[in-house]
C-alpha cells in the first residue's frame, strides 16, 4: 500500500530542512486579502444607504483598531469575545469619525458579515491547491470557525481542517492555538509549517518548534524580521520551495 | 450580492420543515464503509506476515468492542483515551482469540491505522459533492480530528469542516459534542441535521433540538426506532429529498 508523501516521515528537502507534513496559515493579510474585499463589500453597503467615504483609509483604519481589540481578551483581561463581536465594536467606534454614523444596525451586521466573504490573493486558490497534493493545509486563524468556514466556501479555500481562534478561545500569538492545533493533529511541530505575512505570528509559532514560512503580502508585514525555514513571494512560490 | 442558500434564512420545505443550512455527518458506519475497508486493510497486513483469518468475522468483532470501550470515557470514570488508543486496546485482546498474537507491534499499529484510511461507500462522494453545494458539511465524529483528516484526504470526502471528539475530549452521544459543534457554528439547531445510521447519534442530536436524517447502511442499525426529520436510503437519497 503506497501512503502519500504526508504520511509518510519527514525526509530531508535539499539543504537539510525536514519536510514537512502539514502547512497551518494564517487568514486575514496571509490567505485572504482583506482590503480590497472591505473595500469593495463596504462602498456597496453605504452607497444603498446614500453614503460616501474614503473606503481604503476606513478599512485600513478598521484593521489597525484589531489588535488593540484583541489584546484584552489575550491577556486575560476580559473575557472571550469572538471577532464578529470585536469588529461589531470597532465599527461602531469608526463610524463617526467617517460621517456615517446613520447607517443602520442591518447595515452595520452586513458590513461585519463582509469578514466571513473576503476573497483570496489572486495565488490563493492555487497555491493552496498545489500545496495540498501533497500536505495537509489548515487555516489556524483568529477568526471564528464559522467565519473560516464561510471565507472557505464562498472563496474556494480549500482547506483540509479549520481551526479557528473559538476553539480555545484566546487569540495569537497565544500558546494555546498553535499547541492546540498539534495535538489535534497529533503531528510534531517539525513537521508542521506555520505560514504567515505576520512576524508575531512566525515567531511564536517558532518559540513552539514549528518551522515557519514568511510570504510577502501587500498590506502585512513589509519584511521578515528573523530568520525562517522559507520566505516566499506568495503560495505559489511556497509550491515551488517545497517541491509541490 | 447574492448569497448561497446555506447563508440565507431558513425557509420552509415542501412539508413544512425549514431548509438546513448545514448538515453534521456521523463517520464510521454512516459516511465510511469500515467493514470491507479494513477487511481488505487487515487481510493484507496478515497475509505479509504469514498469517490468515475469518476477517470479517475478526472486524465485526473488533468495531463491536467500541461502544464498551468508549462508555468508561464518556460516562466520566476513565480519563479521555482516544480512538486510536482504544483501538489498540481492543485490538490487543482480540488477536489471541484468531490465533493472530504473534503479529508485531509495528503490524499491529499499521492495522490501527487501517481506521484512518477508510473509504466511502458507493454514493458517499457524489452525494456529500451534491450537497455541498448548497449546505455546509461538517463531520462530527467519535474518531480524532486527525483520523478525520486522514480519512477524507485518501478517500476524497469533501467536509467543509471536521469536528473529532478529541475537540470535547468525550464521546457522542454526549452532549457535549452536538452543542460543541452548533456554537462553532454559531448555528441555532433547528437549522442543523444530524445524518447517521444510528439511532442513538440522532435521538441524542433531536433532544438539542437539531433536525435528524436516518441513514439505512447494511451494517449499522437496521432500522429507525424513533421519527426522524428525513429518512433515506443513502446520501444521494438524502440529497435529493433535500432538493440538491
Known amino acids: 500500500m503506497s501512503e502519500p508523501a504526508y504520511l509518510e516521515g519527514a525526509p530531508l528537502q535539499p539543504g537539510g530542512k525536514a519536510a514537512p507534513t502539514t502547512l497551518l496559515f494564517?487568514?486575514?493579510?496571509?490567505?485572504?486579502?482583506?482590503?480590497?474585499?472591505?473595500v469593495e463589500h463596504c462602498a456597496a453597503i453605504a452607497a444603498a444607504a446614500g453614503l460616501r467615504a474614503d473606503w481604503p483609509a476606513f478599512v485600513t483604519e478598521w484593521r489597525s483598531l484589531y489588535q488593540p481589540a484583541i489584546a484584552p481578551v489575550r491577556d486575560g483581561q476580559r473575557l472571550w469575545a469572538d471577532f464578529d463581536e470585536l469588529h461589531r465594536e470597532t465599527l461602531d467606534t469608526l463610524l463617526p469619525k467617517y460621517a456615517l454614523n446613520t447607517l443602520s444596525d442591518a447595515?452595520?451586521?452586513?458590513?461585519?458579515?463582509?469578514?466571513?466573504?473576503?476573497?483570496?490573493?489572486p495565488d490563493t486558490v492555487q497555491g493552496l491547491t498545489r500545496l495540498r497534493q501533497r500536505h495537509i493545509l489548515g487555516a489556524l486563524s483568529n477568526g471564528t470557525t464559522r467565519q473560516l468556514v464561510d471565507m472557505a466556501k464562498r472563496s474556494a479555500f480549500p482547506w483540509d481542517v479549520i481551526f479557528g481562534a473559538d476553539q480555545w478561545q484566546t487569540y495569537k500569538p497565544a500558546p494555546a492555538l498553535y499547541l492546540g492545533a498539534l495535538k489535534l493533529l497529533k503531528a510534531p511541530a517539525s513537521s508542521v509549517v506555520m505560514v504567515a505575512a505576520?512576524?508575531?505570528?512566525?515567531?511564536?509559532?517558532?518559540?513552539?518548534?514549528l518551522q515557519t514560512a514568511f510570504i510577502h503580502r501587500p498590506t502585512e508585514d513589509p519584511a521578515p524580521t528573523a530568520r525562517y525555514t522559507y520566505i516566499a513571494t506568495d503560495f505559489n512560490d511556497l509550491a515551488t520551495q517545497l517541491g509541490c
Open 26 to 38: 494564517d487568514t486575514f493579510g496571509t490567505t485572504a486579502d482583506w482590503k480590497s474585499s472591505l
Open 107 to 121: 447595515d452595520r451586521d452586513h458590513m461585519v458579515y463582509g469578514w466571513h466573504l473576503l476573497h483570496g490573493w
Open 198 to 209: 505576520h512576524n508575531n505570528d512566525l515567531q511564536a509559532a517558532q518559540n513552539h518548534g
